[in-house]
């Protein structure tokens, strides 16, 4: 991966020459460039700010040396883009779900900025060079820092462990705190006793069930007292003793709150694959109606929060028959649940409420809805989608013989045992 940062401060990223980051740069896993923006100035000052437009307080970041910093920068790699993070107090959420999807990209840009902010023509500017999906506004916290470059030390970090080879350990990556949507359970080490504090005996145990037991009630009382933000939906169905949530058959009276999520949900997607031309996306109304209406060949279901009633889930499946090798076209193999093939589609979960165990569950559910006669759970997803074939991946789904008939997407499969019906 290639990283390029734009600040007024370049020595601000120093510490990116230290510790494992550091090793990875060595190593040649990670390519770390600091330019200093005011290399892009021509007057005698180095002049990078000025008053804002329309009054108010502080300085603004003008421009000019930002608009040729990025033509080096585009300028520089023959054709390649790279996706420019610009962190700003009124980002999105930088969350561990948006490292694993940065992680994902050959060559990111961070964009420093200072004093009240950046002119906003700059992001305009950047849009209009890299594309619109290329240019992302990201924030680390609902708290006000006094630049970019602190957050971009955060994110660079959380991003570059997740690469390949950086951390070492691949399965301290798989165990941790924000991927199952609970806090992470108290860890302790020699010696035992330590100026009168003891080690839980549990864990002195030897016991595996128990320990893993108790390590979960932790971490589910942990999150319910620290992070209580985190539970609403599935985490305390696992354990908390709230509402469960109800996976039911979807209605056409779905349709409308449906093919809205669906819009929500494959946006990113789209993002991903590089092309918003993909059925979820471009599907119209009728043809959603059509997908939950009587006599359909997908069996559609939908979740909501019991306490709002939103519709915040939902997934489908439908039987193929026969042996579906595709030289047939794929509707053609579609049959009336009389198929060994039992294909998923449409694994949606809201996204404000991903990274707890929702979307598990769904898939959970539609697998263990196949008919008796079905073999085979078969799905397609994007190709580049690394979140989903991850979670796909945990789930037991691995790369399938039948490939997928849509270009940018890859099929997976998992066989389906008696315990899934
Ligand atoms: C990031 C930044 C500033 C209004 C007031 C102050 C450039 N979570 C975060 N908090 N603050 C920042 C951030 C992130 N990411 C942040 C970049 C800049 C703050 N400021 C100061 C901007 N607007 C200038």
Not at 357 to 378: D, F, I, K, N, Y
Request: glycine content about 10%; proline content about 7%.
């Amino acid at each position: 991966m290639r990283i390029d940062v734009f600040s007024i401060f370049p020595d601000y990223l120093a510490p990116l020459e230290l510790s494992l980051i550091g090793k990875a740069r060595r190593e040649g896993l990670l390519e770390v460039h600091s330019h200093d923006l005011r290399r892009f100035t021509h007057d005698r000052h180095h002049t990078v700010d000025d008053t804002p437009y329309g009054g108010g307080a502080g300085m603004v970041m003008t421009p000019q040396p930002w608009g040729e910093a990025l033509d080096e920068l585009v300028g520089s790699a023959g054709g390649q883009l790279p996706t420019l993070i610009v962190p700003g107090p009124g980002g999105e959420p930088f969350t561990q779900t948006t490292a694993y999807e940065l992680a994902g990209v050959p060559w990111l840009a961070f964009a420093c900025g200072r004093y009240e902010g950046i002119d906003e023509r700059v992001y305009d500017e950047a849009r209009s060079q890299l594309g619109p999906e290329r240019v992302r506004i990201l924030s680390l916290g609902d708290y006000v820092l006094n630049g970019g470059e602190v957050a971009v030390l955060a994110m660079i970090e959380a991003i570059a462990r997740l690469l390949p080879g950086v951390i070492g350990n691949e399965e301290s990556l798989t165990e941790e705190s924000h991927t199952g949507g609970l806090l992470e359970y108290p860890v302790y080490t020699k010696p035992a006793t330590w100026r009168g504090h003891q080690v839980p005996q549990v864990l002195l145990s030897g016991d595996h069930q128990r320990i893993a037991a108790w390590r979960h009630d932790q971490r589910l009382a942990r999150t319910a007292t620290r992070r209580p933000d985190l539970l609403p939906s599935s985490a305390t169905l696992a354990g908390g003793g709230k509402q469960p949530l109800q996976i039911v058959p979807a209605t056409p009276a779905d349709a409308a709150e449906l093919f809205v999520l669906t819009r929500a949900c494959w946006l990113d997607e789209g993002r991903t694959a590089g092309t918003f031309d993909i059925p979820p996306l471009t599907e119209d109304m009728d043809a959603m109606k059509a997908t939950v209406a009587p006599g359909s060949p997908w069996h559609t279901w939908v979740v909501r929060d019991p306490q709002s009633g939103r519709l915040v889930g939902s997934v489908r499946g439908r039987s193929w028959r026969g042996a579906p090798d595709l030289s047939e076209p794929l509707e053609e193999n579609v049959g009336s649940d009389r198929g060994r093939f039992w294909e998923i589609g449409r694994l949606m979960v809201a996204p404000d409420l991903h990274g707890r165990g929702l979307g598990q569950e769904l898939l959970a559910h539609v697998v263990r809805s196949a008919p008796t006669q079905a073999t085979t759970a078969w799905l397609v997803t994007g190709a580049n989608s690394s979140r989903n074939l991850r979670f796909y991946r945990k789930a037991g789904f691995r790369r399938s013989r039948v490939a997928s008939p849509y270009p940018g997407t890859v099929a997976l499969e998992r066989a389906l045992s008696e315990d899934d019906l």
